[in-house]
């Protein structure tokens, strides 16, 4: 069993007699280099993460050290012993509700037609290619989703991303900013794009830009599918899916 | 307890003694409307969707016909009182794993980075929009995420999308299929972007295409986070978060 510190203590209760491979935040090739020793030696191990495993998350980290090492991988029931290497192991990644749908759970329904997913971090992506990434969302009038929007360290980065998608939406267009989505620290909030810089933001905040269609309505942020523009709601024509 | 027919039998041996309506694929809104009625009527009311309700799914409906219909919702705990309205409800959406999680963690990390999901059914969405959508992805090397990839009415839309996305990428990049996530029918495959058109597609269907840093590595498809361009994985240095 192995995580990040802060989510081992999340399921604390739940893990008593395991061995734990418990590690800070900034220890992710660490933590899985030792999980994957564990499990060469025949112990299974589990690599927790918070929201889903697979975006944004410590599954690609997995398999990329796998692939670096080479260490033979297959889904499990697939069978190792058709795989001709010296090392091999079965790997298994368990889907999760990623933070992008408890968001949007809690502020109502913004992600009910395309979006975009990007990570404002800049750490081990060029600000260039994040830009370029944000410049074509914007653009192409996705919802946009924001992740890792600002830590202690990066702080400039959101209201550069706010400047660009100025540029193509309107400066009332609801933004819903939800900061740990599902725990007791939970906030969710809905503000105007254009004042996106005073509202509170952290590494545990997850922030929806609307599209030109997007809208707020009371306290929930809805991006329509289209059914009202063509059927007409409350009458007698329906869809055809 | 309100669903599409098919989601209903999933869920029969969990919903016995409950009120059922449940209709056909093409009856979204009677579906939501009836639900809504007999909220109203204060009798509470849970409208299934499969995978998550929030992501091209019943959610953003249900808030859409209540707006339309003026009446006035709150968020569960938030008090209904404080709603000067004729009509009040309280609404929750509850999330679920998206198929794009649940296709993923299949495929094993094919979203540990930036990706844009886009519906290929241009029934509600003219099709111009949907392309200019798929241009602009592909231009920024998000990975695609494919909704509604065909059906039995539409059938050259995925063809059109690999079209352009070929434009951009690179015939052998990547692509994921994964027909009925998690079902007893589930197919998971990985293809290459220039042989897409031969595979086995439907409305149940996934479709997970590449960017330019994806990669397949056995039977799974993984696209890299960073760590291992600034990170010695093997080595002794280490991430920064």
Same mark, same amino acid.
């Given at each position: 069993m192995a995580g990040y510190s802060t989510y081992i203590e999340l399921i604390r209760p739940m893990i008593e007699g395991k061995t734990i491979i418990s590690t800070g935040m900034t220890q992710e090739v660490k933590r899985v280099e030792a999980s994957i020793e564990q499990a060469l030696n025949s112990r299974s191990c589990a690599i927790v993460s918070s929201g889903d495993p697979g975006i944004y998350a410590m599954a690609g980290l997995v398999l990329e050290t796998c692939k670096l090492k080479r260490i033979a991988i297959a889904p499990?029931? =697939?069978?190792? %012993? %058709?795989l001709e290497a010296e090392a091999a192991l079965e790997v298994e990644v368990v889907p999760g509700i990623p933070a992008l749908s408890a968001g949007a759970a809690l502020l109502g329904a913004p992600l009910t037609h395309d979006f975009a997913a990007i990570s404002l971090s800049d750490l081990l992506t060029p600000w260039e290619i994040i830009e370029q990434r944000l410049e074509a969302a914007a653009g192409a009038d996705f919802v946009v989703v924001l992740y890792n929007p600002k830590s202690k360290k990066r702080t400039w980065q959101l209201e550069r991303a706010q400047q660009i998608l100025l540029k193509y939406r309107d400066g009332r267009t609801p933004v819903g900013v939800v900061v740990? =989505?599902?725990?007791?620290t939970q906030q969710v909030r809905i503000a105007a794009l254009e004042d996106l810089h005073r509202e509170y933001v952290d590494m545990q905040t997850t922030v929806f830009i609307g599209s030109s269609a997007s809208s707020r309505y009371l306290d929930f942020m809805v991006t329509p599918r289209g059914y009202a523009g063509k059927y007409d709601i409350g009458g007698g024509k329906d869809s055809d899916a």
């Amino acid at each position: 069993m192995a995580g990040y510190s802060t989510y081992i203590e999340l399921i604390r209760p739940m893990i008593e007699g395991k061995t734990i491979i418990s590690t800070g935040m900034t220890q992710e090739v660490k933590r899985v280099e030792a999980s994957i020793e564990q499990a060469l030696n025949s112990r299974s191990c589990a690599i927790v993460s918070s929201g889903d495993p697979g975006i944004y998350a410590m599954a690609g980290l997995v398999l990329e050290t796998c692939k670096l090492k080479r260490i033979a991988i297959a889904p499990p029931g =697939a069978g190792l %012993n %058709n795989l001709e290497a010296e090392a091999a192991l079965e790997v298994e990644v368990v889907p999760g509700i990623p933070a992008l749908s408890a968001g949007a759970a809690l502020l109502g329904a913004p992600l009910t037609h395309d979006f975009a997913a990007i990570s404002l971090s800049d750490l081990l992506t060029p600000w260039e290619i994040i830009e370029q990434r944000l410049e074509a969302a914007a653009g192409a009038d996705f919802v946009v989703v924001l992740y890792n929007p600002k830590s202690k360290k990066r702080t400039w980065q959101l209201e550069r991303a706010q400047q660009i998608l100025l540029k193509y939406r309107d400066g009332r267009t609801p933004v819903g900013v939800v900061v740990s =989505a599902m725990r007791d620290t939970q906030q969710v909030r809905i503000a105007a794009l254009e004042d996106l810089h005073r509202e509170y933001v952290d590494m545990q905040t997850t922030v929806f830009i609307g599209s030109s269609a997007s809208s707020r309505y009371l306290d929930f942020m809805v991006t329509p599918r289209g059914y009202a523009g063509k059927y007409d709601i409350g009458g007698g024509k329906d869809s055809d899916a």
